[in-house]
């Protein structure tokens, strides 16, 4: 069961890279955030009066990022199960002995996945963006400091490069076991014998409202993504599955935009903060807050796509 | 090995398959005769296991594939009609995919896909994309897909179809092969290929089998006919 999973995850994150939209998606993504990136630093750098409390309230509360982002999360799951359908692959897939909410899921991770893959060349402003700054200590590099990093490099490699290549079990198992032995034994030692700091970080800026941040965008993007493969599970056409999770997602999105009008103190805006995935960034996320209602709301609306995924594939049974 | 019993299946109002029995014993190469749009091809996508059946029920190697699809499934080998592929996947690579899907190990998965691509003859473009291969030889990589896990019982659906005659000619002699190890239930129009490889027939129309017996027995039932006289005779009279 396992196994067959694996082997799906793996060859739908490839089919990524096999096709151009991939490449797209991740160069216009990567415009995007760099100009916004290059706006939020002109902010920082600002003297006199002007500037910004918040960073990534310049990166992720702003409207452009959003009308960008509007068109991600439709571009990476129109594929998914539409294009299997219209090609007719599908019932290769099924008539393997893979169970569908195993198929479903399998879909879902490596989709998610490559999401991931999509904000990771983000992280290299962060330094900036925390103005972090670093000291290294090259006196604290003794045997023991050496075997703790050494080992954690090694789990590093075994997680993200051997595990996704695809090594055999009993190599990633010794991989484990030596690296997983080098970090523990080097970790015990260092702490107990050397007790210096390898490296100490001082970030001049809170660092929190990023990773509140990142774990916004986590949320929000598992939610657009599984509404993206429930829309492309119920259609032939990529194009269209691509154009219906569009509007979908629209709900989520534009009602966030920035509407001087409105009255905050107002029933509709009240609503409209349930779901509007842009005011949850630009008021909460991005200063730092979780707010235990918007997680649970991309939660259970992630869950509920993903299970609606289940039946519409499982429908063909009955139709 | 295959045993069907009274199956039928709705598509909305329209009955695609009506109270179909069968039975295949091991080690048989059965042919599934029709005309288009009979039935045989539903027929092979429940047994497959890609629907499910309206009522009646069916066992693999004794398997309900109702109830056990998962362990039904690891027995059969299927070739869908038309056979879809990963285009854009190499040969080798799509078929480590499908062993790894099938919840074979990796090193199975090699030996099973270096022993497929070797009787199938996909050894010389084992590193072409499937997009780039003609008919004939994605026609043989679903093949060898089919019998990448070494499965009991082969479902194919109109193997030959859109091949030119020698690749029909030596996609025959492979299906008498594998006959030797597997049992098989193929589907196909071309009446004397059936002649040719199956030791049993079914013949199916409109849904529900019209006849069914060996070669022999069905011609001497209709009085010595070849089989396109009886093939024709029997689609229309129902």
Redesign the interface.
Known sequence: MMRSMFSLIRREFAAYFQSPIAYVVLAVFLLVTGHLFALTLNQLTESGPRGVEFPMMILLGDERFWLVFLFIPPLLTMRLLAEERGSGTLEMLMTAPIRDWEVVLAKYIACYAFYIVLWLPTLLYLPILLNLQAVWDWHAWTLFSGMMVGGLGLLVILFFVALPLGMSFFNMFLMLLIGGTLYGVGCWMHYHKDAAHLVELTAKIDPFPILTSYIGVLLAGGMFLALGMFVSSLVRSQMVAALISLILSLIFIVTGFWRPEMDTASLTYRILLYFSVPLHFSKDFTRGLLDSREILFYLSTTIFFLFMTIRSLESRRWR | MIRVEHLTKY?GDYPAVRDVSFEVSKGQIVGFLGPNGAGKSTTM?IL?????ATSGKAWIDGIDIFWKP??A??K?G?L?E?C??????RVEEYLN???????????TTRQRSDYVMERCWLKEVRRQLIGTLSKGFRQRVGLA?ALLAAPPVLILDEPTAGLDPAQIRETRKLIRELGEQHTILLSTHILPEVEMTCDWLIIIHQGQVATEGSLDSIRRQSGHKNLEEVFVQLTEAL
């Open positions: 598509y996508r497959a296991g890609f629907n499910t998962i362990e499934r690891r059969i299927y869908p038309n879809p592929l990963y285009t854009e996947m995919f499908r062993g790894g899907l099938k919840g074979l190990n990796r090193k897909d």
